[in-house]
Every structure is written in structure tokens, then in C-alpha cells.
């Protein structure tokens, strides 16, 4: 079945396009990597979904709806997201910032205790502030505070490229469990390869605005484009240097 | 306790009630204003550039200039809509302070919602919060501390600056250093002076209290600082403890001590009448006329040669009964402004020289003075260079002086006193006159016109009142209006303008 439909998407900034005439079609229960240099177009085609970023043409939909025909508050409340600089809001507790989305749909859902269980928290930090907590802590709670709308569809940009590598690579491992247990779909923005290959089932390598690739993992590691490669060249290298030592 | 003490102290009570209301009034105005021109400025750089340099530009204007701008804007508003808007008192002083305390509210408030981290509103964005959601849930908690440091602030200026409301007619604080810095009496100064800082401290604290509770999210604290702030603001806004009953009278005076004196005589027949009253000292001369003919004040004392001057705008001098005839035909044809008849002296402005000075260099007249002027410094008050009294005589003398300075009336007498002037603008019921040693210099040319206290009423006067104010007509000698003078200028034994009155007219 497919959860997302990506037609034709254009977006010019300042003359430069950033999107390209992009088409891509996500199948539900899918972890999509999204790769490519900075500048490539990743995050305006994220945000294109959850419409914080209007393309000039083209056309989304999720589970069969344009996106463009939705309120668009509506449509964030049905999308997790997920972003580098975690975004918690410093003057509510993690209780209230997980509960955020809820209240603004009025659902009056309490899952925080289960929320805080999913993300690996223990349930005493529900009473403490953002500040309190370590970067990987808030972005559990930032993960936790996606979820709490029961999204199907989560987009995720750089979730974990502020943190510390161990951190990073047992959130990541935490995130991609958290993934197939309640079937989510996921499109996640990131500059490191190695975690796209090994966290994705899916790679679209994006490049000056177009796709340049679309593969499986093993299948991107195979791949004969010269730029593509040289993407891939630098994990492979670093893994070889390492093994040598 | 001193008697200058115990007065300024007994007129406290009602002065800090005004003051407070009127910069609670004007914080709060600001505070409606400025939220929403902040959050239209943080959103929108077309609205913020002319937003915060319009708000600059209005605190680059002095406090007292922009009050006193207010009062005929406000005569001309009225004018051209045919609405009775009170030009005078509260309005005013209104409209002057909140635009006085936008700026900091309005500054800190847009510093406050542009320093929100981006990140948090991309967050805020992205799990699908409306605007208003976003600034209500995210943007004005997260700014709230700096918000708040603005509207401290504005409300630490507000409470110093309402101090100068006095001059557009309005009680405040500034009644006591007004009053007291005319006449020298450095306790009232001084009393007013603490009480506007005890007023600014006061508030300042307690709004600190709320802000800590906002940083520390302490809302013990922030009902605590709001509670306090709330009670004394309904302490403010009460109906005045000494309770109704009478109608209110409400008492003009220039700024000096004559004035004074004069409101506080008027004040006792008033309240011997059974009449309550109240004071607007320290008005400037037009603005004490207009405010007469609008209503905003009852009743004061001008003098028909300023009248003369500077209402009918005449040139001529006639004889001292046919000027104030005419005066009381002409001023009821023009404003319907009651003359209700002269007291009995004279302030005549007239050109003063010590004694020494003047026989040194053989002036006795003004004919004297237009030879030896150019070698000599004039001392003015703060009016009478602009004067058409100062054209008339420059012109019929042709007087130039080496130099030319205005002060008021207090330090100008100190200029002839320490020789740093030989001539000055005396006036001839002052009690520094003969105190001084002064001469005034004879006017064969009739260049000035006479200027007998008269006593006037606002259109459509009470009877009663009339009746009330007509034992001061022609009762008070200039002799004795000197030495009333002199009780509340000098320097030894000094007393305040209410003794002084006491002294003047006993009776009531």
C-alpha cells in the first residue's frame, strides 16, 4: 500500500531550484534514508510533506489524500516530526511537552507514562524540564512527543546529528526497533551515510535537486555513479582503515 | 514636626492615590498598545522599523515639552469636533505618559519574541500549532521575563516622569516639587521627591517578584507581586475616604508664590462655604486662561494687564478702571468668563534695579535706563521676553541691553541679589522688592499697562460661589500681599502658602 506519493515536485529559492521535478513513492512500513550533499534539497523536500515549506508545482499525498487539500494543522497533527535542534519547549515539563499534541487536538489522550515506557525513559522525568536532561534524553522525549498523536507517518530531519556518536548509534538502533514495532513509516533526512545504510531499507540519493539514486543499501554500495560513489567510497574507507589498525 | 512638613505630609494621602492612578493608568495603556504593536513588529519588518523609530522619537522629546503639547491638541481636537474633551488634568497627562511608556514596552517585548530559539518554533510549526496556539503556548510564556523587564521599565519612567503631569493641571506628586521649588520650601520639595522614588521602588520590587516568578516559574511569587500591585491600585481607584457630599470647586494657580497664596485664600472662602476644592497650581499663563474658559478649572486670579495683552491682544494702556471694564465686557462677550472684580493691589511688572546700582549710574526712569542699558545685563522670568509688554517697551525705549537671560522668578531675584544682573522683571507686589533694596524704574511713557489681581470665574458660575469669593474683592492691600509674599520667600522663618493666606485673609 502506499503511504506517500511525491509527483513532480519543483521548488525554486532565490532562482537556484532546490527541487527539481522530484517524484518518489514510499510504501507504508518503509525507512526511507534520504542522502545527498548539503544544499541537495533534502529538508525542503521533508518539509515539503508537512507543508512548512509550499512547493511552486507538483503534488504530495498521503494514504491517497493531496496534502494541499488538508487543513494544515490537520495534516502536522497526523505527521510525527523530528528535527536536529529537537525543538522542546524549555518552559514546559516533559510531561507537558509530550502531551503538546493532544492538547491541541483536544484528543485529551494521556499516553505519556506508555510514551516515556516506548522511548526508553524512566517514568520520574515526566515532572522534570528539558534542561534538565541530556541531548540524547530530550531527543527521546522529542521522539516520544512525535509519537504521542499516534502518527503513521513520521518525518525525521537529522534527528540524531547533534548528538555523541555512541548516543547517536544506540538512539538510532532504539529509533529503527521503534519503527517496525508500530509499523511506522519513516522518512528520515541525514548527512551520514553509514547510518543511512544501516538503518534504512530504502536510500534516495539527492543531488542538486534530482534524484541520482534510489536503492536498496546493498544495492547503493554496488552503485557505478561516480558521485554516488564517492558518497559511499568515504564510510567504506573509514571501515577499512579501521579494521587495518 | 515643622508646619511646611506636616502640610506636605497631610496632602500626601491624596497626591499619591492621583499619582498612582495615573501612571497604573498610562503603564497599563501602554501595555494593551504595546503588546500587539511588538508582536505585529517581531512578524513583520515593515511594521517594526516605523514602529520602534516612532517610539524612539517620542522619547527623545522632553517629558514636560510633550505634556504641554497635549493640552492644545487636545483644545483643537475639542474645537473642530464639537466634543467635550477635557483639555486639561487627567487626559493629557494620559495620553503624554503611555506614548512616554511604549518604547520600553514595545522594545523590550520585540526583543523578547525575535530571541525565541528558532528550533522550538520550527517545533512549534511542524506538530501543527496555529499562530495564535504558537504565541500564546510557546512565544509569550518563553518571552514573558523580558517582556515584563520592559513594562519595570516603563513603569519606573511613568511614576518619575508623572511628577511633571502637575504642569497640564493634574495632581500629582509633582504638586509638592513644583509648589515647593517656587517658593523654596525644600521639605515639600523634598517630601515629594521621596514619595515619587518610595512609589517607583515600591513598584519596581514588586514587579521583580512577579518577573523572578516567571524565570523560576514560581507562581507563589507571581500571585504575591500581582496581588499587591492589584490592591493598590483598587486603593487608587476607591472613592475618596473623606467621602462625597459638596460640590468640588476646583482652584487655578500660576507658579509662583503669589498664586499660591491667592489659591489658598480663595480655597478657605470656599471651604468656609462648605464647597469641596480642588488645586491646579503651577499652570502657565495661557494655558490657566484657556483652561477657565474651557471649564477645567472654576476659579483663579490673573492680572487684567496680562489679560489685556495676551487674550485681547491689545497695545494700548488705558487707565486702570476702563482697561477692567472693558476686560469684564469683552472676556464675557468672547468666553463667557466671569470678572468678578479687582482685590485690591497691583503686580505690575516693572523694571527693578538695587538701589546702589541705580544711583551709581543716575537711572530713575526707563528714559534713564535706554542710555546705560547697553553696558547692563536684564535678568527676566520665564515669560516675559516673550511678552508683548517686553516689545512695547523695547520699542518705545529702544532698550538694548549687553545681555539677556530668563529664569524663574526665585533665581532672578537671586541674579540681582549676587550682581550676575543689574535689571530684572520685578514684580511690584513682591515682597523682595523691599526686601532687596530694589528700585522700580518709572514708565513716563506708558509702556507697560497696569495690572491689578482680578479674580475670575469660569462661564456659568454658582451664584453661591460668587457670593462666596466677593469678601477678597478689593480687600487685599498691596502692602499686605508684600508681606504675605515675603513670609513664603524669604529664606528665615519661612512660611507656606497656607499660613501665608491665613495671615492675609483671617477671616473665614
Request: with cysteine; proline share 6%.
Amino acid at each position: 500500500m502506499t503511504a506517500l506519493r511525491i509527483e513532480k515536485l519543483r521548488k525554486r529559492h532565490g532562482g537556484r531550484p532546490a527541487l527539481d521535478g522530484v517524484g518518489l513513492t514510499v510504501e507504508a512500513g518503509a525507512f526511507v534514508a534520504l542522502v545527498g550533499p548539503s544544499g541537495s534539497g533534502k529538508t525542503t523536500l521533508l518539509k515539503s510533506i508537512n507543508r512548512l515549506v509550499e512547493p511552486d508545482t507538483g503534488a504530495i499525498s498521503i494514504d491517497g489524500r493531496d496534502v494541499r487539500e488538508m487543513p494544515v494543522a490537520a495534516l502536522r497533527h497526523g505527521i510525527g516530526y523530528v528535527i536536529q535542534s529537537i525543538g522542546l519547549f524549555p518552559h514546559m515539563t516533559v510531561a507537558e511537552n509530550i502531551a503538546v499534541v493532544p492538547r491541541l487536538t483536544g484528543s485529551g489522550e494521556d499516553r505519556v507514562a506508555e510514551l516515556l515506557e516506548l522511548v526508553a525513559l524512566p517514568a520520574d522525568f515526566a515532572g522534570r524540564y528539558p534542561r534538565e536532561l541530556s541531548g540524547g534524553q530530550q531527543q527521546r522525549v522529542g521522539v516520544a512527543r512525535a509519537l504521542a498523536a499516534r502518527p503513521r507517518l513520521m518525518l525525521m530531519d537529522e534527528p540524531f546529528g547533534a548528538l555523541d556518536p555512541v548516543t547517536r548509534d544506540s538512539l538510532g538502533r532504539a529509533y529503527r526497533a521503534l519503527h517496525d514495532r508500530l509499523g511506522l513509516t519513516t522518512l528520515m533526512v541525514t548527512h551520514d551515510i553509514a547510518e543511512a545504510l544501516l538503518l534504512a531499507d530504502r536510500i534516495v540519493v539527492l543531488i542538486e535537486g534530482r534524484i541520482r539514486a534510489d536503492c536498496a543499501p546493498a544495492g547503493l554500495l554496488a552503485s557505478t555513479d561516480p558521485d554516488v560513489r564517492a558518497m559511499v567510497d568515504v564510510p567504506r574507507r573509514q571501515a577499512e582503515r579501521l579494521a587495518a589498525l | 514636626m515643622s508646619p511646611a512638613f506636616a502640610e506636605a505630609v497631610a496632602e500626601l494621602p491624596a497626591l499619591v492615590r492621583a499619582h498612582l492612578l495615573l501612571s497604573g493608568s498610562a503603564v497599563g495603556i501602554g501595555v494593551l498598545l504595546g503588546l500587539p504593536l511588538a508582536i505585529l513588529s517581531a512578524r513583520h519588518a515593515r511594521v517594526r522599523t516605523p514602529v520602534l523609530g516612532l517610539a524612539g522619537l517620542v522619547q527623545t522629546v522632553p517629558a514636560l515639552a510633550l505634556l504641554a503639547l497635549f493640552y492644545p491638541a487636545l483644545l483643537i481636537v475639542g474645537r473642530a469636533t464639537g466634543l467635550a474633551i477635557p483639555a486639561l488634568g487627567f487626559l493629557p497627562a494620559l495620553i503624554a505618559l503611555s506614548l512616554y511608556a511604549l518604547l520600553p514596552i514595545v522594545r523590550n517585548a520585540v526583543a523578547a519574541l525575535q530571541g525565541i530559539d528558532p528550533g522550538v518554533l520550527e517545533a512549534a510549526d511542524g506538530l501543527g500549532m496555529t499562530a495564535r496556539q504558537r504565541l500564546t503556548l510557546v512565544e509569550l510564556p518563553l518571552g514573558a521575563p523580558v517582556i515584563l523587564a520592559g513594562i519595570r521599565t516603563a513603569s519606573v519612567w511613568t511614576i518619575g516622569a508623572a511628577t511633571l503631569a502637575t504642569t497640564v493641571g493634574q495632581p500629582s506628586l509633582g504638586d509638592l516639587i513644583f509648589s515647593g521649588l517656587q517658593t523654596e520650601n525644600w521639605v515639600r520639595v523634598l517630601t515629594g521627591c521621596a514619595a515619587a522614588a518610595a512609589l517607583a521602588l515600591a513598584v519596581d520590587g514588586l514587579l521583580a517578584l512577579v518577573e523572578s516568578g516567571l524565570r523560576h516559574r514560581s507562581r507563589r511569587r507571581i500571585r504575591l507581586g500581582l496581588a499587591v500591585l492589584v490592591a493598590a491600585l483598587g486603593l487608587a481607584l476607591a472613592p475618596d475616604p473623606r467621602g462625597a457630599g459638596g460640590e468640588t470647586i476646583v482652584i487655578g494657580a500660576k507658579n509662583f508664590s503669589e498664586q499660591y497664596i491667592l489659591a489658598s485664600a480663595i480655597e478657605r472662602r470656599l471651604r468656609a462655604a462648605g464647597y469641596r476644592t480642588e488645586r491646579r497650581d503651577n499652570l502657565g499663563s495661557t494655558v490657566a486662561y484657556q483652561a477657565l474658559a474651557a471649564g477645567d478649572i472654576d476659579v483663579y486670579v490673573d492680572y487684567s494687564g496680562t489679560l489685556w495683552t495676551n487674550i485681547l491682544r491689545r497695545a494700548d494702556t488705558p487707565p486702570p478702571e476702563a482697561m477692567r471694564a472693558e476686560l469684564a465686557t469683552r472676556l464675557r462677550e468672547r468666553d463667557g468668563v466671569l470678572l468678578l472684580g479687582p482685590l485690591g493691589f497691583e503686580n505690575a511688572y516693572a523694571l527693578a534695579m538695587r538701589r546702589p546700582r541705580a544711583e551709581a549710574l543716575g537711572v530713575r526712569t526707563l528714559d534713564d535706563l535706554t542710555r546705560a542699558a547697553p553696558r547692563l545685563h536684564l535678568a527676566a522670568d520665564l515669560e516675559f521676553l516673550t511678552r508683548p509688554e517686553w516689545r512695547s517697551v523695547r520699542s518705545r525705549y529702544r532698550l538694548r541691553f549687553a545681555g539677556q537671560r530668563s529664569y524663574s522668578p526665585t533665581f532672578m531675584y537671586r541674579a540681582v541679589a549676587d550682581g550676575s544682573a543689574d535689571v530684572i522683571t520685578a514684580f511690584s507686589s513682591d515682597g523682595r522688592v523691599a526686601a532687596l533694596d530694589l528700585v522700580t524704574l518709572a514708565d513716563p511713557r506708558r509702556a507697560l499697562p497696569s495690572y491689578d489681581a482680578v479674580l475670575l470665574a469660569a462661564p456659568g458660575t454658582d451664584r453661591r460661589v460668587v457670593d462666596a469669593l466677593r469678601p477678597l474683592i478689593g480687600a487685599i492691600t498691596v502692602e499686605r500681599m508684600r508681606r504675605a509674599n515675603l513670609m513664603v520667600d524669604r529664606d528665615a522663618d519661612k512660611r507656606t502658602p497656607a499660613e501665608a493666606a491665613r495671615w492675609l485673609d483671617p477671616a473665614p
